[in-house]
């Protein structure tokens, strides 16, 4: 558990960090240089604090301030000034599809990862269940138990289930992100949630509760399961930046790789706000479950057609 010590020696940082983003709300102009450089520096202390912070089920809230204020800074830092419209039109319409194939290894060995995992704790739990009690706990499994999913109170709740999902989808997004100044730790966190897919799915499969999970998983796993995928491999290449840097200096190594993995991390924020809206208004809901593989089946399709389905353009360096 996270001390109240360490938050306040950290917070004076979180103040300062934030100070920093008001000032800049006009543009970075309004910061000196070494303000500029202290920016950079907060911003990369607090992605550090918040995948602490992410590890420890009680802060809740302060994960996702923290989430929050580094998405603040981000645009600051990474894009610099106010963009049009048109050109956040532009990025998410052909710049990002563009993006997103130039990272496909990455992004296949995150999905490798997470499928790895999934199969070894599906595989874990079908030859002993005790594994399933030991990585769930006993409130889910006496759920699983009584033939029950543990998603019925999201329906009593929508609006809040909703937005407590998309800050915890995000919050993994950006530690996954984070950690890939690490190295292992964006492995590390891909398999523990690719375990714990495969332990919930054994689990519920000898309730015979399978159909049950994977009806509400479908129609906002297809956007969520690839935003995660996505952001892991935007943790890669941020890896890539600091242990393979090539003829570049490490330190012009690590800012190249890290403004494409921000860009490739941009692009999961609108996949996760959507599936965090479907989890909470319809995945939970008793809607007839061949709707819900409908639905699932049709944002799959049009989540490939957005990005294979553009013709290449013109690469361009990030």
């Not at 995000?170 to 690719?194: E, H, K, P």
């Amino acid at each position: 558990m996270i001390s109240n010590f360490w938050i306040d020696k950290r917070k004076p940082h979180w103040d300062r960090l934030e100070q920093l983003v008001r000032r800049s709300q006009s543009g970075l102009s309004a910061l000196s240089h070494a303000e500029l450089r202290e920016l950079a520096l907060l911003y990369r202390q607090i992605a550090a604090d918040l995948a602490v912070v992410a590890e420890d089920a009680s802060t809740v809230q302060l994960a996702a301030y923290l989430n929050q204020l580094l998405g603040r800074s981000h645009n600051l830092i990474y894009l610099g000034r106010r963009p049009r419209a048109s050109g956040v039109l532009s990025f998410y319409r052909d710049t990002y599809p563009r993006l997103f194939r130039e990272s496909l290894a990455t992004v296949l060995l995150s999905i490798v990862l997470f499928a790895a995992a999934a199969v070894a704790g599906w595989a874990v739990t079908w030859h002993d269940p005790a594994f399933a009690h030991r990585i769930l706990g006993p409130q889910m499994m006496d759920t699983i138990d009584q033939h029950k999913m543990w998603t019925e109170s999201v329906v009593a709740v929508k609006p809040v289930a909703a937005s407590q999902i998309t800050t915890n989808n995000l919050t993994v997004a950006f530690t996954m992100f984070a950690l890939g100044i690490t190295g292992a730790g964006t492995i590390l966190l891909m398999l523990f949630n690719g375990l714990l897919i495969g332990v919930v799915g054994a689990a519920t499969f000898r309730a015979g509760m399978a159909l049950s999970l994977w009806s509400f998983v479908a129609p906002h796993g297809v956007l969520e399961l690839p935003a995660i995928f996505i952001a892991g491999a935007a943790g890669f290449e941020l890896a890539r930046g600091v242990f393979f840097p090539g003829m570049l200096p490490r330190k012009d190594a690590l800012a190249r790789a890290g403004h494409r993995a921000s860009r490739l991390l941009l692009g999961v924020i609108p996949m996760l706000l959507v599936a965090g809206t479907i989890e909470g208004f319809f995945s939970a809901t008793a809607t007839p479950v061949v709707m819900k593989f409908s639905l699932a089946a049709v944002l799959l399709a049009a989540l490939l057609v957005y990005l294979f389905g553009r013709s290449p353009a013109p690469t361009r360096p990030y």
